[in-house]
């Protein structure tokens, strides 16, 4: 035994308990935000290792890394040192740690690079250009996303094609797509664009979760390896599971494997489905956009039977004004199962609005408030945090703090891994462990500059098409390209050369990664380049790229052997919330970051800026019923981050494409009872807004008495709610193009702008 199993449980309600101790196959546990479903999940988890369960066969997976590691150190001051042979992970790390193994098995050798969105884009450009497609129209970032909505469906390439009667054959030259045939496009861009990944040994995100789901489904010697592996899985956040996510539980899980459950499974090796743990809430979906289905947490009921249900009541999180604005908002979504949520915290403060005449001024007022409730009420700066619904709302806001001195964290935005410079210096290590790797082979070829331009890249390119082979095989077979200078054989040997240098010196068993990094950016001459430049831009990119040398080296400290392959899977497996500082770091700092990125985490005082029709709901959302629904479902996980006081803000005036527009109050603070908000400022921009709206009579005919709308309240209160809300989902009068920020833009250059 490694701890006492009722230390785990003492501290916890009857439901949690119960679900902590619940010996079956198939266990949801479903409740509201803040209820102790993560924290639950954790305790279960500890509680089998406390009964002997093995932790080498469980596997945990989180939404983030950050997540994953939260929960490794917590089981780890929970059970001791066995926390480490648990696999606790996203979907993504562990798809890759599989694919490592066993990827030989559908074709992927071990060293495979992970493609990220900006390597995934310039690879669409490149067959754009190789198929004469008019990247303007169809840009690489919506045929990125048809691709992946494939992915995540699972629905393959070949399918694809199949559907569209196309008989596009990967490779293939000349290739005319039919005019204007958006379907036949996607189509024969997916099949190029695997084929083009399979030629350099490379998986872009999606592919990951699908190529793993083949992997289990063509080899069945696989799949039973790793079912009869983990015995226990758990799923937190299984409200943003995508279908083939799920099809990967179901797969790990063994439910179709048609082997009986045994009753008295302990350990691994036995047959028989896994237990599986899923952790949720379907008031929190918001990630539909990347293919993720409610229906998973819907139906888990009749996907795996005889599961067991249990609902946590009690949020330990907020304040009862918090979670009554929170209910209030998701109230309003329709097909969806009242939950009720209370807390023991008591009523606390009401919620403070505000609303500004423009961004800059809301942000202004944000950074002053922030440093009023530092100063006056003694409130840490790490124990607040700002949200947006977009990244490009934070530019403001960090003016503000930048203006105001307050030290804050951005969360997302341009990333450290998406930096330029950190990107080529990744480039080249990828293409050390994988020469196959086009697209990284490509990116370095004239990085630094080296007299090899577009010509001789393109040179290369078509002998390497010509005779099916990678883009580095063709180098170093320049002797036998047509039409090649001397002026280009000659910086080509030398980067050759140089290329195989490093790679010698990679392969050394002794060499660290960290050094790897150091001598690729000695070698290269990228550090040169920059600490050459007079741009101070560079100077702060010889510091991103001396950070990565140490980011290695941190790898290794934590990392027993170490590889250079494994450096580049951590990198490239960041995501957003991954740059926030672990739980016992103190920050001391105010944390910015989407609702998106939010999910899960929790901060004492929240502020919910851009409160407006257009911004958050965001634009596209308003005409579409199932898509407010989900920017709700947003504002319901924004309101729950909060735990003691929740700021909600607005502008009258943001610059949205350019140009200033004028902006509704939000539909979300109407759904808020008013007596929830104590509004510092409550109208702001009213004025103007009625000269516009006077001039736009005829749109707004419906509401002929002027003095109606004089009298009327922005803030929402004072005309009948149902009336907004109603009027708003029959979308006619209140539709964008009455509304949006066309019209309004029109409106204000009558009046001169603000
Ligand atoms: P979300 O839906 O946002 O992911 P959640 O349901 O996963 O929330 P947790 O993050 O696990 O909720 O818990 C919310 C907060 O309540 C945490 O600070 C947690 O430590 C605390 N908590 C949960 N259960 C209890 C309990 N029984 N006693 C005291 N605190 C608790
Ligand atoms: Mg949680």
Known sequence: VLCDPQSLIKDLNPQQMEAVKYYGQALLIGAGAGSGKTRVLTRRIAWLLAHGFWASSILAITFTNKAAAEMRERLAALVGPEAEHMWISTFHSACVRILRRDGKEIGLTSGFSIYDTADCERLVKLISGDLNIDTKRYTPRMLLGKISDCKNSLISWQDQLKSVNCDYKPGQRGYQVSAGDVDELVAVMYAEYQYRLAMANAVDFDDL???????????PQVSEYYRHKFRYIFVDEYQDTNHAQYVLVRELSGIDSGEQPDPHMRGAGRVGPSWITVVGDSDQSIYAFRGADIRNIQDFEQDFPNAKTIMLE?????????????????????NRKPKKLW?????????VGYAADNAQQEAGWIANEIARIHNEEGVAYRDIAIMYRANAQSRSLEEAMINANLPYQLVGGTKFYERREIKDALAYLQAIVNPADNVNVRRILNVPKRGLGVRAEGLVASYADAHGTTFFEAIEHMEQIEGMSTRTTKPLSAFRDMMHELAAFAKDHDTKPSEVVAEVLAKSGILEELQRSEDPQDASRVDNLSQLQSVAAEFEQNTPDATLAGFLETTALVADSDQLPGENEDSGKVTMMTLHTAKGLEYPYVFLTGMEQGTFPHQRAMEDTSELAEERRLAYVGITRAKRRLYVTRAAVRAQWGQASDMMPSQFLDEIPDELIDWKRREAGVERMRASWQDDDDEFGGWDDDDDFGSMSFGGSSYGKSDYSSSYGSGSRWSRSSYGSSSYGAGRSQYGGP
């Open 314 to 334: 009690q949020n330990y999180r907020s304040t009862q004004t918090i979670l009554d604005a929170a209910n209030a908002v998701i109230a309003r979504n329709e």
């Open 209 to 219: 979760i699908m190529r793993t789901v083949e992997l289990f489904q063509r080899c």
């Open 343 to 351: 807390t023991a915290l008591g009523e606390g403060d009401k919620i």
